[in-house]
T-cell receptor
Framework: AQSVTQPDIHITVSEGASLELRCNYS??????LFWYVQSPGQGLQLLLKYFSGDTLVQGIKGFEAEFKRSQSSFNLRKPSVHWSDAAEYFC????????????FGQGTRLTINP | TAGITQAPTSQILAAGRSMTLRCTQDMRHNAMYWYRQDLGLGLRLIHYSNTAGTTGKGEVPDGYSVSRANTDDFPLTLASAVPSQTSVYFC????????????FGPGTRLTVL
């Protein structure tokens, strides 16, 4: 079955430190891949997406993600986090054909220490 | 631009009662979706609609029904609520089923007692 896994439920980093959030997918073929962010009490906002081409994609708010086909991964990174980055982050995938519905990972909650 | 609106923002409902969660988008998107968000499970698709007049079942459709009478509105109905339906519900829309990005509403927090 198609699935998306975020191994880390909760991550805490200090403000100014670098960040990497992990995401692995299990699909028959490479899906479209997305990262969304959810601030407390808010809906989801798209950070970035990967469809094809350059495996390093840039998003909003200084985030980037790298697609690695050999590892079935699409990890999200930021060189230096800000207190405002505290939120829940969701990785999602969608097939290119067929049902084309988004499948979400379980989410990773990010806490920023001052 | 309003984007996607959901109502109510939150609701406490007695078990066995019915309720309709409303979702309206003003972007003329063809595809719309309902998700529930539960701790540790991420977002799971309940029902979807690729275009007005059509609907389909998602991952967790039991206990829910939807209708899509027009492009803008996609209400979600709980005919007889149960405590396991306590969740945060998100409506989303997408320009077309094969388009790139889904846009999300602010959510409805539902508590069933």
């Amino acid at each position: 079955a198609q699935s998306v896994t975020q191994p880390d439920i909760h991550i805490t980093v200090s403000e100014g430190a670098s960040l990497e959030l992990r995401c692995n997918y299990s699909y028959g073929a490479t899906p479209y891949l997305f990262w969304y962010v959810q601030s407390p009490g808010q809906g989801l906002q798209l950070l970035l997406k990967y469809f094809s081409g350059d495996t390093l994609v840039q998003g909003i708010k200084g985030f980037e993600a790298e697609f690695k086909r050999s590892q079935s991964s699409f990890n999200l990174r930021k060189p230096s986090v800000h207190w405002s980055d505290a939120a829940e982050y969701f990785c999602a995938a969608r097939t290119l054909q067929g049902a084309q519905k988004l499948v979400f990972g379980q989410g990773t909650r990010l806490t920023i220490n001052p | 631009t309003a984007g996607i609106t959901q109502a109510p923002t939150s609701q406490i409902l007695a078990a066995g009662r019915s309720m309709t969660l409303r979702c309206t988008q003003d972007m003329r998107h063809n595809a719309m979706y309902w998700y529930r968000q539960d701790l540790g499970l991420g977002l799971r698709l309940i029902h979807y609609s690729n275009t007005a007049g059509t609907t389909g079942k998602g991952e967790v459709p039991d206990g829910y029904s939807v209708s899509r009478a027009n492009t803008d509105d996609f209400p979600l109905t709980l005919a007889s609520a149960v405590p396991s339906q306590t969740s945060v519900y998100f409506c989303a829309s997408q320009r077309s089923p094969d388009h790139n990005e889904q846009f999300f509403g602010p959510g409805t927090r539902l508590t069933v007692l």
